[in-house]
């Protein structure tokens, strides 16, 4: 059976220590057993004299650090359905 991905432990890793994954899941470096990948794609070629599009991937991963592996409100675990 696959190992499941999971985020990195905070109590482990602070979560501005290492390098920028999307939702601090691991940096992997092969896709043997992966069914889903996020690719954040800088990109400014859609826009015209405005100049920072190609930081949006850069933003979303950093803003993804804040995630939390289970959501009290909702009641849900994000990361177990993944």
Do not use: C
């Not at 290492?18 to 057993?33: E, G, H, I, M």
């Amino acid at each position: 059976m696959a190992k499941k991905v999971r985020q990195i432990d905070a109590m482990k890793s602070p979560r501005f220590t290492q390098v920028a994954t999307f939702a601090r899941l691991p940096n992997l470096r092969t896709l043997k057993n992966i069914h889903a990948v996020f690719l954040g794609i800088p990109f400014d070629d859609g826009t015209t004299y405005r100049t920072g599009a190609r930081l949006g991937p850069q933003a979303i991963r950093e803003q993804s650090r804040l995630l939390r592996p289970y959501n009290m409100f909702l009641d849900v675990s994000p990361f177990e359905s993944l």
